[in-house]
């Protein structure tokens, strides 16, 4: 599923040298570095080189053209303040500590839930194994909705001894950021999507969300999932029902399920 995804967002988001460039760069930093900023960097740095860039591409810009970005002051506060206050209280409470990683992996999902991935797997370092990272993930597919439903098998994973306590308050956590920033910006979508300043921002943030998920891609998933050669034939057969047959998600865990049961 996550090879799907990736394949998926290269053909829409790999356009240009400028955009395979970034995502590869991207992909080699991420593999190399550890933290949550190794995984925001790359972001930051696509977003300020794509502006930059618009400049050269785009030196002119009517003025009069450009409609001006008036978000909604008081939830872009709120956010702002959860994003910078929740990390520096995270060390007082496990479950303030929960909330604090999950929203923070919500503030910088570009790109898609899939996206979640990279930045959750090296937060959640030592409080769930990437056994249990991968099993949320492989849940999140089996039931509709967003990917950052496995948020709640996750917070039940990472406080075990109050796993509903756990799994609720990881599911807010995640959720709410976006919720803010989609209330900050609802009244500026249109202008801000169109500013041609930050359209070639957001093209090299989008590339840049590629080689996030090619490195989760990488690690955690080949990395803790393929141990043998059962594995890669399950891979490819998994592949091909997806791809060839549009197997449904949940018959191919069945599947899956019971072909790991033969070979072993």
Not at 40 to 65: E, N
Not at 88 to 100: G, M, P, V
Not at 155 to 183: D, E, R
């Amino acid at each position: 599923m996550v090879t799907d995804a990736l394949w998926g967002m290269v053909k829409k988001n790999l356009i240009s040298i400028a955009t395979i460039s970034t995502a590869l760069l991207t992909m080699i930093w991420v593999t190399f570095s550890s933290g949550l900023f190794g995984q925001i960097l790359p972001i930051i740095v696509a977003s300020i080189a794509g502006f930059l860039w618009s400049f050269k591409t785009q030196p002119i810009v009517d003025k009069h053209l450009i409609k001006p970005i008036r978000p909604h002051i008081g939830f872009v506060v709120i956010f702002s303040g959860l994003l910078i206050l929740l990390p520096l209280i995270a060390a007082t409470n496990e479950n303030i500590k929960l909330f604090s990683i999950f929203y923070q992996a919500g503030s910088f999902v570009f790109g898609g839930g899939h996206v979640v991935l990279p930045l959750l797997q090296p937060m959640l370092d030592g409080m769930v194994t990437d056994n249990t990272f991968l099993s949320a993930y492989a849940s999140a597919q089996l039931v509709p909705g967003p990917m950052f439903t496995m948020a709640s098998y996750l917070g039940a994973s990472a406080i075990s001894q109050m796993p509903i306590t756990g799994s609720i308050i990881a599911t807010i956590a995640v959720f709410l950021p976006g919720s803010l920033l989609l209330f900050a910006f609802l009244p500026a979508w249109k202008a801000l999507f169109s500013h041609p300043r930050l359209i070639q921002a957001i093209v090299l943030i989008n590339a840049c969300v590629v080689g996030l998920l090619a490195s989760a891609l990488i690690n955690p998933v080949i990395t803790s999932s393929i141990k043998s050669i059962g594995d890669i034939i399950a891979v490819i057969i998994g592949y091909i029902l997806i791809k060839k047959y549009n197997c449904p998600v949940w018959l191919l865990a069945i599947f899956l399920i019971v072909y790991t049961f033969v070979i072993n």
